[in-house]
T-cell receptor, first 112, second 110 residues
């Protein structure tokens, strides 16, 4: 009965590959997010979707493409992976205008 | 733009010591303020929040008061435990997204 679940938890891949991270929430929230946490633990928002529509896109390279098939899912596809993409990616959800976001456990992406 | 500044870590304390982690913010309008905690190998969990000036958020013995005059939201706990060892993030929400500080690692030793 996990509230926000991401898969996979760990992902190791070679430079140049394309990979996807999946996220699902069962909280009935209307807004979902992707955050990136770098090696120094700094967290920065990447994208936000509200009812399947993109509402925030924070200067993220075009190689990153979020996809929201429905409001319970927000997947992140990354093309042509680079070493600098190595990070922990967190999915989160909330109701728009609410004051609390719920986070998934994170996906540790390592590009070699 | 909006930003959050929190004290550099790590903060190293003995069990039962008093904890303060400073957090100040810059924002237009009246943001909501949060402390999130990240235990080793886990995602972020909301620790406490305050939505307007002079509100005090509290949870698990931790407290923080929204001070508009000093644009601060310092985290305090009177007596820390080893199990409180984690990374603590101060954050604000002003425009439908969370803006985080850089995180402060707390290490509590027995």
């Amino acid at each position: 009965d996990t509230a926000v679940s991401q898969t996979p938890k760990y992902l190791v891949t070679q430079m140049g590959n394309d990979k996807s991270i999946k996220c699902e929430q069962n909280l009935g929230h209307d807004t979902m997010y992707w955050y990136k946490q770098d090696s120094k633990k700094f967290l920065k928002i990447m994208f936000s979707y509200n009812n399947k529509e993109l509402i925030i896109n924070e200067t993220v390279p075009n190689r990153f493409s979020p996809k929201s098939p429905d409001k319970a899912h927000l997947n992140l596809h990354i093309n042509s992976l680079e070493l600098g993409d190595s990070a922990v990616y967190f999915c989160a959800s909330s109701n728009r205008g609410a004051t609390e976001a719920f986070f998934g456990q994170g996906t540790r992406l390592t590009v070699v | 733009g909006d930003s959050v500044t929190q004290m550099e870590g790590p903060v190293t304390l003995s069990e039962e010591a008093f904890l303060t982690i400073n957090c100040t913010y810059t924002a237009t309008g009246y943001p909501s303020l949060f402390w999130y905690v990240q235990y080793p190998g886990e995602g972020l969990q909301l620790l406490l929040k305050a939505t307007k000036a002079d509100d005090k958020g509290s949870n698990k013995g931790f407290e923080a008061t929204y001070r508009k005059e000093t644009t601060s939201f310092h985290l305090e706990k009177g007596s820390v435990q080893v199990s409180d060892s984690a990374v603590y993030f101060c954050a604000l929400d002003n425009t439908d997204k969370l803006i985080f500080g850089t995180g402060t690692r707390l290490q509590v030793f027995p």
